[in-house]
């Protein structure tokens, strides 16, 4: 881990080495000696801290608004997902911290890529919430912009990765393109520890310490891959520790403080700004279960209820109140707008998807679509026709 810096605040309770007996990870931010934190779970927080990082009780605000809007989107879904409307859905219950902060952190003009979870980080960056639904019901996402230079901050990112850890190096590739553009931009590209796993990972990681490119990456550790617990995924005493082999800085954060989060991104795009990759460990715990899919019957119960107070909405729930932004009383009015906007956006997304011919699932694949790719069109409006429409929908 990298030496204290003068003004970062960090977390110094006792370290428990996870090189002991099991080589277990230490399993919450307060057992690393160096976790840096403004916000501890109980909503006490770093008064000149949070003074130093200059926002003003508007972003404050919007902060909190994507938070609750995140988990009032992920509730939406799984609930769409239940009823059959969705087939998949993957959840983010206690991730919003790790998710909202650094796409805070992000200016207008930069970029960021995410796995598929990151509902928060979306709506940071001001993506209407139809939109994220319509991925999940039609399999490809569609940019309004024609150009790079007319994109709205929440278009700068490449459409949803679903093959784990591919964003990192596809992230880095962009980033260097636009570095040879002579672009002002930094990259933040989101993985989970599965995904850092990946060769992927290290390929990315490997050529922006090499080329010097302005990439921020950012791993969600989870502790969990699916069912894969992180002392089997890697050796080391941290992820952020890896950073050291690629020649520049890692920093570990706790990913359940919404402002640790976000003061840790913004320095490592100023560093990524100037040449210096940065790679970011948020460590935090996703409470739901890995997807719809997942059985979940591999986690004990005891370390969800430890994270559910933990909490990362709880606690900048009293931090907001001590600091007179939102009064107790208007907590459950913002519930409910984001509630029914996620009921809303799911109802247009919906119809949307309904108006739409299976046929278009080969559109935004290709703009000049191979052979094969014609010939798989051909047989899906053959069986359609033979079928009818209904067969082909969820």
């Known amino acids: 881990m990298q030496p204290n810096r003068p003004g970062v605040s960090l977390y110094t309770l006792t370290y428990m080495s996870p090189k002991a007996?099991?080589?277990?990870?230490?399993?919450?931010?307060?057992?690393?000696?160096?976790?840096?934190?403004?916000?501890?779970?109980?909503?006490?927080?770093?008064?000149?801290?949070?003074a130093a990082l200059d926002l003003t009780d508007e972003e404050l605000r919007e902060i909190y608004g994507s938070m609750i809007q995140a988990r009032a989107l992920e509730e939406r879904g799984l609930t769409l997902q239940r009823q059959g409307e969705f087939h998949f859905w993957m959840e983010c219950r206690g991730l919003e911290a790790a998710h909202v902060g650094p796409a805070a952190a992000l200016a207008d003009r930069d970029w960021m890529n995410t796995e598929w979870r990151q509902y928060g980080a979306h709506i940071q960056r001001g993506r209407p919430l139809e939109d994220i639904l319509l991925f999940w019901l039609r399999g490809y996402e569609e940019f309004e912009a024609d150009t790079i230079a007319e994109m709205a901050p929440y278009e700068r990112r490449m459409p949803h990765i679903v093959a784990v850890g591919t964003q990192v190096p596809q992230t880095v590739g962009l980033m260097w393109g636009r570095k040879l553009q002579g672009k002002d931009e930094v990259g933040l590209v989101g993985v989970g520890d599965g995904g850092a796993s990946k060769g992927d990972f290290h390929a990315g990681l490997n050529f922006a310490g090499v080329l010097e490119l302005p990439v921020v990456f950012l791993v969600f550790n989870n502790q969990w891959a699916i069912s894969t617990p992180v002392e089997q995924q890697t050796a080391a005493e941290t992820y952020a520790d890896r950073a050291k082999g690629y020649g520049f800085e890692g920093t570990l954060v706790d990913g359940n403080d919404v402002l640790a989060t976000y003061r840790a991104t913004k320095r490592a795009i100023e560093s990524?700004?100037?040449?210096?990759p940065m790679l970011l460990e948020a460590l935090t715990y996703r409470r739901g279960a890995h997807s719809s899919s997942?059985?979940?019957?591999?986690?004990?119960?005891?370390d969800i209820e430890a994270w559910r107070e933990r909490d990362p909405i709880d606690r900048y729930e009293t931090f907001l109140v001590d600091r007179g932004i939102l009064d107790p009383g208007d907590f459950d009015a913002i519930r409910a707008a984001a509630e029914e906007r996620a009921k809303e956006a799911a109802e247009s997304a919906l119809e949307v998807a309904e108006a739409q011919s299976p046929e278009e699932v080969f559109d935004e694949v290709f703009a000049n679509p191979p052979d094969y790719i014609d010939e798989q069109r051909e047989e899906l409006m053959d069986l359609v026709e033979r079928h009818g429409e209904a067969v082909f929908r969820w």
């Open 21 to 50: 007996d099991s080589h277990r990870m230490p399993r919450f931010p307060e057992e690393y000696d160096e976790c840096e934190g403004i916000i501890a779970p109980d909503g006490s927080y770093d008064a000149d801290a949070v």
């Open 272 to 276: 990524a700004r100037n040449g210096d």
């Open 294 to 302: 997942d059985a979940d019957d591999y986690r004990e119960g005891a």
